[in-house]
């Protein structure tokens, strides 16, 4: 049990936290032919925009309404109907989903509204879904953005299903901690078991970084506009992350359709759960490749633990990966000695240490001292440097390593390569004593005397 | 915000500008930049030009006044490189919250501003003022000004939120910040007839040391480089320099003009890309030093030094001329780079089939015309599709522009060189020169684009009834150095 704690500080000093538009427009993103739309200045979207480049190293579909001075004060309307208007002649997209700033929202712009009165008077944009999630930059942070863009995209999109349930097709909605790599193994892992998955939203299919036989200027692929329709008629949903609880719920309120909501899927048990959970559903055994790699799994725990055991962590991250990380290091014997997170979840109390902080990475700088790893996303290169621990990079942005797309840390696979990987730089990072080592404290070095 | 709207004002009137010289009253009043097209715009804002101009100044901490998306969202993305202080690398913001949104954000601001000082004594605090503390009316000019009476440092207000404009006219307001707050603030402790200032050059990627050697050879100081690898101090002191060369086209040609006007420092336009500019612009630097007063055998001593360079710079570029002779290359860039660079590829014998202006002055329009001949094809404004579908039918070799257009390229497998911001490799004077082609050889012969152009094995196989010997004449393939497969990705582009 953690206590929760909110930094006091005034000023944010290296920034932990992204706000909230960009990751609704990451979850947009998962669409097949979507653009996502910032409301909001110009740079709002261009700091996503290069945010997404550097992390996954590919062409990133985003636009703004572009909103001046004085767009701002008379407010929105005529630039998000603009917006629509370019972007549906320019790039054709199946949908646009459009999402608040810190500038739109402090004027309160009601693009709910914007949205009926564009119906209205553009009835020949009807074939292209408009989805609208409220996402101030002043509150919350990015898991926040994705969590509303999906429920958003849930209450709209998906139709109340007319006909039962389709036997084996099931509902799959990630939260904004898994990478592509990691949707796509619990799609496989789904797939094992005879299940048809429908992922909403489905990055494992636009941002894995395959090349298309042409150019697109909307998303490369993910979940097309027909499937999200037809959630409605899946036997179950299985939410991945506590940030996925409200789309889950919406999606069950609309449709009927029951839900699961897997906290994690990081370490043993928790796949243990998820497997028992697909076996019953599906009347089928579990899979021999999976048996085969929960006991790889086993082995690697049972190698790497000596490393772990005692190893004090730094973890800085947003609520889900920090729970799921977390958690699973703790499985492992670790400490964790500090953790840092950008926003409220009722998950953190649960993690196991005494205090979470809402904060920032001088906050994490501070409370990492002396510990002997420091997990957290690219922009802890620099306070790693200064405290030279050993650093795992993990979850967005991650701007200065390859294949941030591919990072795994789903399954009994994912979950081996987590302790292969962080086990190897504890490895490597391993303490060579020396003989001043055990020296008490009241004793004089043998150097000093020399030096004297 | 009046005093914001005359700034701005102030800023599209620059007489320096012949851009806006040549506009009627009422167009100028429009300012410089046309209305931004929602759902077809890119590019940064002006909040986001004026932390580009301004946070290169290396041991000031620069706070950004927002919400966390200004600076949460795009911390650590720039490549200036210091040669002491890390401060600038450090993100600073207020993260302001909802409630500071109803009640005001300005207590937030002072606290955070003493917070800096207690933790990071820094020789000045800037202090960036974002859309949303501009709307609900936080003054950060006055809070600044109490923090520095309270504090005893200098805080300087940018006041140049990201709704006001794009990120050239923020890189004005940046300057304007420096002009109204910095310069001229402190004396140097000692001038010489040989100290000059560069403007609007940011040290990315370190080109600023690879032009420095041969100034300090020459025994010309840099009293100050506005704004990379700079201190607060040297920006401050700045109005001592007997001349000064503006880099980077106009980005902060308000700072170059008004220094002129104020402390009667000349300045010149000139270019570190390219054998030929780089030259010119040690040419220049020395005239003009020499007519504020310094020795008239600093012109000879320039002369042998460019000698000298230029020499061994054409020396190591030979071995290329021949791997990169006829090469097309598609530059999609902005500025002074939009002709300077031209100038560079040209040295080696690469063929130009085009070059963006989006960004560029008429000024730097009517060089590439110079340069390139009167039917340069300049590309006003080149969607993605339009560069994809160049590069796929092989219209060009390569494509040089900023990393956020690189996957147009890769994903039509071409090769692809940065050279904007975000680049890795430093690209000035002489030594950058050769870099630049040593760089683009390695692009352009890299052993991959045999590999992945080639189909895989059955697709060949599925496509070679329907390859017919027309449609590959018609579009003679990526003639990528060694690669052999003439063609074949423009088939398959064809047959798909």
Redesign the interface.
Same mark, same amino acid.
């Given at each position: 049990m953690a206590s929760v704690v909110k930094s006091k500080?005034?000023?944010?000093?290296?920034?932990l936290?992204?706000?909230q538009?960009?990751g609704g427009a990451l979850a947009f993103m998962g669409v097949r032919g979507s653009m996502p739309?910032l409301h909001?200045?110009?740079?709002?979207?261009?700091?996503? =925009?290069?945010?997404f480049? %550097?992390h996954f190293?590919?062409?990133?579909p985003l636009?703004? +309404?572009?909103?001046?001075?004085v767009?701002?004060?008379l407010g929105g309307y005529?630039?998000?109907e603009?917006?629509? =208007?370019?972007?549906a002649q %320019?790039t054709q997209p199946s949908l646009i989903g459009i999402c608040s +700033?810190?500038?739109t929202e402090?004027?309160g712009d009601d693009v709910e509204g914007f949205i009926t009165l564009i119906r209205e008077r553009h009835p020949e944009l009807a074939h292209i879904g408009l989805v609208y999630a409220s996402t101030?930059?002043?509150?919350g942070?990015f898991q926040d953005g994705w969590a509303a863009a999906v429920t958003r995209m849930v209450e709209t999109l998906v139709e109340v299903p007319t006909g039962p349930p389709r036997r084996g097709q099931v509902n799959l909605l990630p939260g904004c901690h898994l990478t592509p790599g990691d949707i796509e193994e619990l799609r496989e892992i789904i797939e094992a078991f005879g299940l048809a998955p429908v992922i909403l939203p489905d990055l494992s299919d636009s941002l894995d970084g395959h090349?298309?036989?042409?150019?697109t200027?909307t998303t490369l692929g993910g979940t097309t506009l027909a499937d999200i329709a037809g959630m409605g008629r899946s036997e179950l949903t299985l939410a991945v992350g506590e940030q996925m609880r409200p789309a889950a719920a919406a999606l069950g309120a609309k449709t009927g359709v029951p839900y699961v909501l897997f906290e994690r899927l990081t370490g043993l048990v928790a796949n243990d759960a998820f497997l028992m959970r697909l076996s019953e559903l599906s009347g089928r055994p579990v899979p021999a490749k999976y048996r085969r790699q929960r006991s790889q799994l086993e082995d690697a725990m049972l190698d790497g633990h000596f490393f772990f055991g005692g190893c004090k962590v730094a973890l800085g991250a947003e609520p889900d990966l920090l729970y799921a990380v977390g958690s699973f290091l703790a499985e492992m014997g670790c400490q964790i000695a500090a953790a840092v997170t950008t926003t409220e979840s009722p998950l953190l109390e649960r993690l196991p240490c005494d205090e979470v902080l809402i904060g920032d990475l001088e906050d994490l700088e501070q409370r990492a001292g002396d510990c002997d790893l420091l997990i957290t996303h690219?922009?802890g290169r620099?306070l790693a440097e200064r405290l030279q621990l050993p650093f795992f990079r993990l979850g967005l942005p991650m701007?200065d390593r390859l294949g941030a797309a591919h990072q795994l840390t789903v399954g009994y696979r994912g979950t081996r390569g987590l302790v292969f990987d962080i086990g190897n730089l504890l490895l490597a990072h391993g303490h060579e004593p020396g003989p001043d080592d055990w020296r008490l404290a009241h004793e004089p070095a043998a150097a000093t005397l020399a030096a004297d | 915000m009046s005093t914001l709207s005359s700034k701005i004002q102030d800023v599209f009137n620059e007489p320096g500008c012949d851009k806006n010289q040549g506009k009627s009253d009422k167009e100028r009043k429009k300012g410089c930049t046309k209305?931004?097209?929602?759902?077809?715009?890119?590019?940064?804002?002006?909040?986001?030009g004026a932390k580009i101009a301004l946070q290169p100044i290396t041991d000031v901490a620069h706070?950004v006044h927002?919400?966390?998306?200004?600076?949460?969202?795009?911390?650590?993305?720039r490549g200036a490189k210091s040669s002491g202080s890390?401060l600038y690398?450090?993100?600073?913001?207020?993260?302001?919250?909802?409630t500071?949104?109803v009640f005001g954000g300005e207590?937030?601001?002072y606290?955070?501003?003493?917070?800096?000082v207690d933790?990071y004594d820094p020789p000045a605090v800037f202090v960036y003022q974002t859309?949303?503390p501009?709307?609900?009316g936080d003054d950060i000019e006055v809070v600044c000004k109490a923090a520095s009476e309270k504090f005893g440092k200098p805080v300087v207000p940018v006041n140049a939120?990201?709704?006001?404009?794009?990120k050239n006219l923020g890189n004005k307001l940046a300057g304007e910040a420096l002009l109204e707050h910095v310069i001229g603030t402190r004396e140097p402790d000692y001038t010489t007839p040989y100290d000059i200032n560069i403007i609007g050059e940011y040290n990315l990627a370190g080109e600023l040391w690879q032009v420095k050697p041969l100034l300090d050879e020459l025994g010309i100081r840099v009293l100050a480089c506005i704004s990379g690898d700079a201190k607060y101090h040297e920006v401050a002191q700045s109005h001592r320099a007997r001349a000064a060369m503006m880099v980077c086209s106009k980005a902060m040609i308000n700072v170059s003009r008004k220094m002129e006007e104020r402390y009667g420092i000349p300045f010149f336009e000139g270019s570190f890309y390219g054998i030929g500019d780089m030259s010119d612009s040690l040419r220049e630097i020395a005239r003009l030093l020499i007519e504020r007063g310094a020795d008239a055998e600093l012109s000879d001593r320039t002369e042998a030094l460019i000698a000298r360079e230029e020499a061994r710079a054409w020396a190591a570029l030979e071995p290329y001329r021949e791997r990169l002779a006829g090469k097309r290359v598609l530059l999609i860039t902005g500025g002074v780079k939009s002709w300077s660079v031209v100038a560079a590829l040209q040295e080696v014998g690469l063929e130009i089939v085009g070059t963006s202006v989006k960004k560029s002055t008429r000024e730097d329009k009517e060089r590439i015309k110079e340069i390139m001949g009167e039917e340069a094809h300049m590309i006003e404004d080149m969607?993605?599709?339009e560069m994809?579908?160049m590069l796929?039918e092989a219209r060009a070799d390569i494509m040089l522009s900023g990393?956020?257009s690189q996957?147009?390229a890769l994903?039509?497998?071409m090769p692809w060189m940065d050279i904007n911001q975000?680049r890795h490799h430093a690209f000035a004077g002489y030594v950058g020169m050769v870099e630049m082609i040593r760089r683009l050889d390695l692009a352009l012969h890299n052993p991959i684009w045999q590999q992945v152009r080639t189909p895989a094995p059955w697709l060949a196989a599925e496509a070679s009834n329907l390859r017919s010997l027309d449609v590959a004449q018609r579009n003679p393939g990526p003639s990528g150095g060694t690669s052999p497969d003439l063609g074949v990705t423009a088939c398959l582009?064809a047959t798909?």
């Open positions: 500080k005034a000023c944010t000093v290296n920034p936290k992204m706000s538009p960009v739309l909001g200045s110009q740079g709002c979207t261009s700091f996503g =925009l290069v945010l480049v %550097r190293r590919e062409s990133i636009q703004t +309404t572009a909103m001046s001075e767009a701002t004060v005529e630039n998000v603009q917006a629509v =208007l370019n972007i %320019r +700033t810190g500038v402090t004027k101030p930059d002043f509150k942070a090349i298309p036989d042409d150019f200027p690219a922009h620099q701007f | 209305q931004l097209q929602p759902g077809g715009a890119a590019g940064g804002c002006a909040f986001d706070l927002g919400p966390i998306a200004c600076e949460g969202n795009s911390w650590d993305n890390r690398r450090t993100g600073f913001t207020t993260d302001i919250n909802e500071d949104v207590k937030r601001l606290k955070s501003i003493r917070e800096i933790k859309c949303v501009a709307m609900i939120p990201g709704f006001v404009g794009v969607t993605p599709r994809y579908r796929s990393g956020r996957f147009v994903k039509a497998k975000e582009q798909a």
